[in-house]
């Protein structure tokens, strides 16, 4: 028997709202698309230099930036913008592959 009633203890949480797809596909286009053309000229420039570089800088930067978004996935808004930088760097990156 718990002394102070049913549902103790337990935490209430707020009804969630609808999903804001329009709103939130707009944003990760948005963002895929800028995060794309930033990747793939910092790429594209650094295989100039050398492709293993380009290489290597993608990759530091990629697994350094995993730990965040990981924890960051789950936030109403970063959620977008988050699918909308991974779409870019994916596209970035397959370009890359392609323009070599």
Same mark, same amino acid.
Request: hydrophobic share 55%; aromatic share 10%.
């Given at each position: $028997?718990? *002394?102070? &009633? @049913? %549902?103790?203890?337990?935490?209430? !949480?707020? *009804?969630?709202? @609808?999903? @804001?797809?329009?709103?939130? #596909? /707009?944003?990760?286009?948005?963002? =895929?698309?800028? /995060? $794309?053309?930033?990747?793939?000229? +910092?790429?594209?420039?650094? /295989?100039?230099?050398? @492709?293993?570089?380009?290489?290597?800088?993608?990759?530091?930067?990629?697994?350094? #930036?995993? *730990? !965040?978004?990981?924890?960051?996935?789950?936030? *109403?808004? !970063?959620?977008?913008?988050?699918? &909308? =930088?991974?779409? &870019?760097?994916?596209?970035?990156? #397959? %370009?890359?592959? +392609?323009?070599?």
């Amino acid at each position: $028997m718990n *002394p102070a &009633g @049913p %549902g103790y203890g337990r935490y209430s !949480t707020p *009804p969630s709202e @609808p999903t @804001p797809w329009a709103a939130g #596909i /707009t944003v990760a286009a948005l963002v =895929a698309a800028l /995060t $794309m053309v930033g990747v793939y000229a +910092f790429g594209a420039a650094l /295989t100039q230099v050398h @492709p293993l570089l380009s290489l290597a800088v993608n990759l530091v930067a990629a697994i350094g #930036i995993a *730990p !965040t978004a990981w924890r960051w996935r789950t936030r *109403p808004v !970063t959620r977008w913008v988050l699918a &909308g =930088a991974g779409v &870019g760097v994916l596209l970035a990156w #397959i %370009g890359l592959l +392609f323009a070599a």
